[in-house]
């Protein structure tokens, strides 16, 4: 069964505090994402890769940063939390027909 | 620029009753189109997408949608839902250019909401 898993479900973060959020996809996929939901406005693209060391920016790039150094990992960074950064946090990865494959979210709060 | 419309924010049904949950997009290009599910606190996981070919596309869990070209819609029918159906559906468009896969464009979503 294909699986993106990210590697915290929920999060509490100070405001300035530097945080990580990890994914990893075991399907070989070369194109990897990180979407942002919030309520009434749908996802919202932040980054995505389509390999390793690449990276291009989404819709909403800015105050977040990314990292990709192998196929199967793909990292979203807050360099300095802030208190509209609060959210959800998706990973996806893509097939060759543009399916994603979504993990099952990260809830990000920042008190 | 592409965009994607999802023309009701919320639908109440009762189980057992047909639904209809409508999508339009705009784009100068040529498209694919999805549709998701999200089941509360859980990811997204794909219904059913149009690729090419016929303008009908069945998915999973009974789902279905018609691509119309000529209206830029494409609205996703149930024919006679269940409870189990309760959750949020996305809208999502892509254009089919090289290196595109996977860059989707989705719309604000529709809570379904199905009572007994």
């Known amino acids: 069964d294909v699986k993106v898993t990210q590697s915290s479900r929920y999060l509490v973060k100070r405001t300035g505090e530097k945080v990580f959020l990890e994914c990893v996809q075991d399907?070989?996929?070369?194109?990897m994402f990180w979407y942002r939901q919030d309520p009434g406005l749908g996802l919202r693209l932040i980054y995505f890769?389509?390999?390793?060391?690449?990276?291009e920016k989404g819709d909403i790039p800015e105050g977040y940063s990314v990292s990709r150094e192998k196929k199967e990992r793909f990292s979203l960074i807050l360099e300095s939390a802030s208190t509209n950064q609060t959210s959800m946090y998706l990973c996806?990865?893509?097939?060759?027909?543009?399916?994603?494959?979504f993990g099952e979210g990260s809830r990000l709060t920042v008190l | 620029a592409q965009s994607v419309t999802q023309l009701d924010s919320q639908v109440p049904v009762f189980e057992e009753a047909p639904v209809e949950l409508r999508c339009n997009y705009s784009s100068s290009v040529s498209v694919y189109l999805f549709w998701y599910v999200q089941y509360p606190n859980q990811g997204l996981q794909l219904l059913l997408k149009?690729?090419?070919?016929?303008?009908l596309v069945k998915g999973i869990n009974g789902f279905e949608a018609e691509f119309n070209k000529s209206q830029t819609s494409f609205h996703l029918r149930k024919p006679s839902v269940h409870i189990s159906d309760t959750a949020e559906y996305f809208c999502?468009?892509?254009?089919?250019?090289?290196?595109?896969?996977?860059?989707?464009?989705f719309g604000q979503g529709t809570e379904l909401s199905v009572k007994p």
């Open positions: 399907m070989d996929h070369e194109n």
């Open positions: 996806a990865s893509a097939s060759m027909t543009g399916e994603l494959f």
């Open positions: 890769s389509y390999d390793v060391k690449m990276k």
């Open positions: 999502a468009v892509s254009d089919t250019g090289r290196n595109q896969g996977g860059k989707l464009i």
């Open positions: 149009y690729l090419s070919g016929s303008t």
